[in-house]
């Protein structure tokens, strides 16, 4: 039998062990790039630029954190689908993830098909408010308003299919009330509209208002997720007021290309893991009422397929039309 070169078989040798994946745990790649979807200052970019510097830790590596913003977060996402799936680039997900499936008439990938969940890292409660001199303190006398004079409350959001404005769809559809959509480019304008009495309402992140709520000015009338956001332990949650089914959390997760080696995907999700436990992680993020909030790769995968469901069948109920 003739025997392999020494070069060959020094090549084979390393194309085992990197198809084993424990070239990567042993020995990680020298930078990993983090794509991140939106601008840079935003809450994903934050939270990313804290997630990316114990991650760049845990793997004694770089990783280091790349903005992408457009298409409703599908450049980012491009940018992954199209890269190597040997770990060396992922992406910071969000809820967009779930819905641009249903809400894009032409969506150049499938988040199901061609990206790798490889860990759940945080998420954040939504808090409804009204503006203090609007008289409506309380989800139940908004209802009735609502109610009583349809298509006299209308909801802001920061734009077509992000989660205030899902949010707001799904309160729509929950209390079987006609509020009436008035989308922004921006938490900021849809602040300034509510603060001048030109909205009734707006679900929106806890930070962006907090400042606001305590001065007085705009009135918490309750937030979403399953426990009182520890910034705001007198504001009830949807669920004990009896509106469960409008419940909508934002969530960031991390995901790779399809196609990546089990055993990359778990040495990335283990670090994610170690990294979020952290109390330094945890108080960063807390700062920006975002939870830290690890799941394995199994459970993202399971919770992308039934949040897609889910907004499919809310984005369809409310009548919005693919874009």
Request: hydrophobic share 40%.
């Amino acid at each position: 039998m003739n025997r392999l070169p020494r070069t060959a078989l020094l090549s084979a040798l390393a194309a085992t062990l990197f198809a084993s994946g424990s070239s990567f745990a042993a020995d990680p790649p020298r930078v990993i790039r983090l794509i991140v979807p939106y601008a840079v200052g935003g809450g994903t970019d934050i939270l990313s630029r804290h997630v990316a510097d114990e991650l760049s830790r845990e793997l004694n590596t770089t990783v280091v954190v790349e903005n992408k913003p457009g298409a409703g977060t599908n450049i980012g996402a491009m940018e992954v689908v199209r890269a190597p799936n040997d770990g060396t680039v992922i992406l910071m997900g969000d809820l967009a993830l779930a819905v641009n499936p249903t809400l894009m008439a032409n969506m150049p990938y499938s988040p199901q098909n061609d990206l790798t969940p490889i860990a759940h890292v945080a998420s954040a409660p939504l808090v409804l408010i009204t503006n203090k001199k609007s008289g409506i303190e309380s989800v139940d006398e908004l209802i009735k308003q609502a109610k009583d004079k349809p298509d006299s409350i209308t909801f802001a959001s920061a734009g077509l299919g992000n989660p205030p404005h899902l949010a707001g769809e799904l309160f729509k559809l929950t209390t079987d009330t006609d509020i009436v959509h008035v989308p922004y480019k921006g938490v900021g304008p849809a602040l300034t509209d509510i603060l001048g009495g030109h909205v009734n309402m707006l679900f929106t992140g806890i930070s962006s208002t907090k400042a606001l709520i305590d001065e007085g000015n705009l009135n918490a009338l309750a937030v979403t997720g399953k426990n009182r956001a520890p910034t705001l332990p007198n504001t009830p949650t949807m669920t004990e007021l009896g509106y469960g089914d409008a419940d909508v959390t934002s969530w960031w997760a991390l995901y790779g290309p399809a196609g990546m080696n089990p055993d990359t995907v778990k040495s990335l999700s283990e670090a994610a893991e170690r990294a979020l436990a952290k109390p330094a992680l945890k108080e960063k993020l807390a700062q920006q009422n975002i939870e830290a909030d690890y799941a394995g790769a199994d459970q993202l995968g399971g919770k992308l397929k039934t949040e897609t469901q889910r907004w499919a069948e809310v984005i369809k109920k409310a009548g919005i039309e693919p874009q």
